[in-house]
């Protein structure tokens, strides 16, 4: 299960990069990185304001859709959830942050997923059929599945990524990961939280199939591979351990409530029966 650890550490040694939010939303995303024990280990922040500081609570999705992932036995970059103190741009600020290893193993390198396709693919082949043909369609479909559960709203073609390994010949999709801008994301307050349609279908950058993550799931079959594991209700309390007073109870119920509605619709969707 994904960690989370409360007690304040002191990170103000890390030096932030800014990288736009792709989403077109006003702030900045910070990351960072760092050698620990020999290994690459990397930060990023929710959503930044420099007047504000940290104002969104992306870092705190990843962990939830992290344990989520662990329930369904999906493949993805594990990450822990830090209180810190940090410092950017010369002023200091307490938030929680997310920090992770690096996924790939000894001998890869990897590319974004759109850039492969731009070398590889045959001509007038779609993103998903390319996939397929690549022999990755298990892994695409458990991602759509995936999407549509937790609305992930970038799933751009460079948050897909594919490890080469060229002396062993191997190329493999990378584990999941980067789903910081979905479930209530948009929401900066319970009154917000309480007022978002958590069934709405919103338009999302997605690099396969449509901006809707609700039509993706029309590309799956019977014979694709269902979601191993089932969602039950006694899942809420291991998605949110350790989160009382770090989300609200608003946020909380809101977002099981969001999760485990749209896992009852993909259940009974009639083209994966």
Request: net charge negative; aromatic share 10%.
């Amino acid at each position: 299960m994904a960690t989370i650890i409360r007690e304040t550490q002191d990170l103000t040694y890390l030096n932030w990069a800014h990288a736009r939010n792709s989403s077109g939303t006003a702030g900045t995303f910070l990351k960072s990185s760092a050698v620990i024990g020999g290994y690459k280990k990397y930060y990023k922040l929710s959503n930044f304001d420099a007047g504000k500081g940290v104002i969104g609570h992306e870092c705190i999705n990843e962990i939830i859709v992290d344990r989520l992932l662990d329930i369904f036995h999906i493949e993805h970059l594990n990450y822990e959830l830090i209180n810190a103190d940090i410092e950017v741009d010369g002023r200091i600020y307490n938030t929680y942050l997310c920090a992770s290893y690096d996924f790939k193993e000894r001998g890869e390198s990897k590319a974004s997923l759109d850039d492969y396709y731009r070398l590889n693919a045959l001509p007038g082949e779609s993103h998903y059929d390319f996939c397929v043909r690549m022999g990755w369609r298990d892994y695409i479909d458990r991602m759509l599945v995936v999407d549509y559960l937790v609305l992930n709203r970038d799933r751009h073609g460079a948050n897909i990524e594919i490890l080469r390994n060229s002396r062993a010949q191997t190329v493999r999709p990378a584990p999941l990961f980067d789903h910081g801008l979905s479930l209530l994301c948009t929401c900066s307050s319970d009154e917000e939280a309480k007022a978002f349609d958590i069934m709405g279908d919103k338009q999302c950058n997605n690099f396969i199939g449509s901006r809707s993550t609700f039509d993706n799931l029309s590309l799956l079959t019977k014979e694709s591979v269902k979601l191993t594991g089932i969602l039950k209700p006694k899942h809420k309390k291991e998605l949110f351990e350790g989160m009382d007073g770090v989300l609200s109870d608003v946020f909380i119920d809101r977002i099981w409530d969001m999760i485990y509605g749209r896992y009852k619709v993909y259940e009974s969707l009639p083209n994966i029966r």
